[in-house]
């Protein structure tokens, strides 16, 4: 096959290029061809083919020349080490056979050994689980009160609990033990710690707002697990701060604060309402305090107390609201004595009724704090029943006093003085009440609750009112004055009494009652001053009440038919007419009320009207009247100006 010129075989050409890239002049290609040489004679095509198997024997007889050298060297060290070997095997293979038991003990043992660990891990557990350590055993017995103590008698309490579960296995002897030994150590601590709770508390009365250490609250709750020693501590607590609060209460009466600030409560002896109001104030921030540090103490109640007594049966855990009550209990006798003192003093009416109020108000507060079977509580209840009692016995009298007077009314006809200032005196009561008045209550058990006041004022003023309007009827004798000035003197001193009520909610039924009163009477004086003006004119008019009540015009009129009827009719109408153009109608000027008086007015007008209306259609019946009678019914609405 012939190759191009220029072109090499790839195989060959990278022969060629590792030849060439030999390096001939390095000292083991030397080595190498002078060794060659020796071997290789003839280059020849059958010397190249057999040149490797040439070299393989020539290494061969190297080999062999080499091991007959070392066989005449080392023969008989070999077979003395083959023997031993030999003999070593055999001596191994005898204390093989010799050691056999020895080997099984070992195994036994070995297993022995692992089931003791496992058993020792299982009793460490157990130790760790139901034993105290040794740094515990002495955090209750000789460490301070710390959270080392805390910690190891929680640990104690768990066992306790724990052993319980021994108990319902076959370990219960064991469990017995355990419970029995941390019952030991728990009713150690629980006495030392009760004695330290005893020492805190007290120095808690040494202090008006003392702060609570963490510890005796932590200390405290400790306690609940031991009721009778909860108990013990929490009455030592209260019996401490039922000392300080009384106190306290007897030092701000009589001495005040801190360099005379605030100043004594009895400094103001002289101002009852200011008196019983600094006092019941700092009773209300003394309770709110102890409040506050008992439930810090002791915890929130699960439920408040609302009725009955606050007192705990023996095996109780005792309530905050039941300390709370004991506390207190201290400045209920010395607060009572000074409200009696207040009470029994002759106050005047109104100040009577706002310290009733004022003792009601912080009544209501305290019942809320503390419930309602609490001794402040109760305290502060017969007070206000006490307040309530005298304020009505001051009313009863002054009630008995104006219906026994019979003064005469004054000449305008308005409101007796002494109506008057027992007016100013409600107004005042009604203020009171309805700043002092809860205002979630519902408006009809407020007007339940104020009746009475409004009965025993109002009932008894409307009373001397128309005693003093039976002097007017026996001075109309004398024909003064008018004859409706009976009527005039009561709607003022009705409308008078009603205009104290307008818009209290409390006073909602009297207002119905006296406004019912009111129109009553103006009826009335309409009705008796209509007749008049009538009659003035010539009419023989009367009203009268039918069956349903309703009032009907009764007018006789002379016999049109005849010249000397008509002419009196038409003489009554001009009359009339002069009346009610020339403004010479009744005005009820010594009316006081300017609503009541337009009211007089217009009820006047329609009377008028209404009887005018039935004489002008008896006229017009009568052929000799038709053309004379000038004015109609309409016209003459227009001229009295009724809408």
């Known amino acids: 096959m012939s190759v191009p010129a220029g072109s090499t075989v790839p195989g060959l050409a990278r022969k060629v290029r590792k030849v060439l890239d030999i390096r001939t002049e390095s000292l083991e290609v030397l080595n190498s061809l002078a060794a060659l040489s020796g071997v290789y004679q003839d280059n020849s095509t059958a010397s190249r083919r057999q040149l490797k198997a040439n070299i393989e024997k020539r290494s061969i ?5 080499f091991l007959s050298a070392a066989q005449a060297v080392f023969g008989g060290e070999l077979d003395a080490l083959s023997s031993g070997c030999s003999a070593i095997n ?3 293979a005898a204390d093989r056979t010799s050691s056999a038991d020895l080997l099984a003990e070992s195994d036994k043992l070995q297993h022995e050994l692992a089931v003791s660990e496992t058993r020792s891990g299982l009793v460490n557990s157990f130790f760790e689980q139901y034993q105290l350590s040794s740094a515990e055993i002495s955090a209750l017995q000789d460490a301070d009160i710390g959270d080392t103590f805390f910690n190891a008698l929680e640990r104690v309490g768990s066992i306790h609990r724990s052993c319980r579960n021994l108990l ?6 064991a469990g017995l033990e355990l419970m029995d030994a941390m019952s030991t150590y728990q009713e150690t601590a629980y006495e030392r710690l009760c004695r330290w709770v005893q020492g805190e508390c007290a120095s808690l009365g040494d202090m008006d707002a003392p702060e609570v250490d963490p510890r005796l609250h932590r200390a405290a709750e400790a306690l609940r697990e031991q ?3 909860f108990r013990y501590c929490a009455e030592e607590v209260a019996t401490a701060r039922h000392n300080a609060m009384f106190q306290r209460f007897i030092a701000a009466l009589t001495r005040g604060g801190p360099n005379g600030m605030p100043r004594p409560i009895e400094m103001n002896a002289h101002d009852p309402r200011r008196y019983l109001g600094d006092m019941l104030a700092w009773v209300h921030q003394a309770l709110a305090s102890e409040r506050e540090l008992l439930i810090s103490l002791f915890g929130q109640d699960n439920q408040t107390c609302t009725s009955g007594s606050h007192a705990d049966s023996p095996s109780d855990v005792p309530s905050s609201s039941a300390l709370l009550d004991k506390v207190l209990e201290g400045v209920c006798r010395p607060l009572k004595i000074r409200i009696e003192q207040v009470l029994t003093a002759n106050l005047p009416l109104v100040l009577c009724f706002k310290v009733s109020q004022l003792l009601a108000f912080y009544g209501r507060t305290v019942e809320q704090m503390m419930g309602s079977g609490a001794r402040l509580t109760d305290t502060l209840a017969d007070c206000h029943r006490l307040a309530n009692r005298v304020f009505h016995e001051q009313l009863t009298a002054r009630g008995n006093k104006l ?16 109506v008057a200032e027992l007016l100013h005196q409600l107004r005042e009561l009604i203020t009171t009440f309805v700043s002092a008045f809860n205002t979630n209550q519902e408006q009809r058990k407020a007007e339940e609750e104020f009746a009475p006041i409004l009965d025993a004022i109002i009932d008894p003023a409307l009373q001397m009112c128309t005693n003093s309007s039976a002097l007017l009827s026996d001075k109309r004798a004398g024909k003064s004055p008018e004859p409706a000035a009976e009527h005039i003197f009561l709607i003022n001193c009705l409308a008078a009494i009603r205009s104290v009520l307008e818009d209290q909610d409390c006073c909602q039924s009297k207002h119905l009652v006296l406004t019912k009163d009111i129109q009553q009477h103006l009826t009335q004086l309409v009705d008796e001053n209509a007749t008049r003006v009538l009659q003035s004119c010539g009419f023989k008019a009367q009203l009268e009440h039918d069956r349903d009540d309703q009032r009907q015009w009764n007018i006789d009129l002379p016999n049109a038919d005849t010249d000397q009827g008509a ?11 002069q009346l009610i153009t020339q403004d010479q109608l009744p005005q009820f000027r010594q009316l006081q009320a300017p609503d009541v008086k337009q009211a007089a007015a217009s009820e006047l007008g329609k009377e008028l009207h209404r009887a005018y209306a039935i004489v002008y259609t008896a006229a017009k019946m009568h052929q000799q009247l038709q053309q004379s009678i000038e004015h109609t019914p309409d016209q003459v609405k227009t001229i009295l100006g009724i809408m």
């Open 61 to 65: 007889n190297t080999l062999e020349q």
């Open 90 to 92: 055999a001596a191994l």
């Open 168 to 173: 319902s296995s076959h370990h219960h002897r």
């Open 227 to 229: 009721q009778v020693l």
């Open 403 to 418: 219906m026994q007077s019979k003064a005469a009314p004054p000449k305008d006809l308005a409101l007796p003085q002494q």
């Open 567 to 577: 002419q009196q009719i038409l003489r009554c109408m001009q009359s009339f007419f």
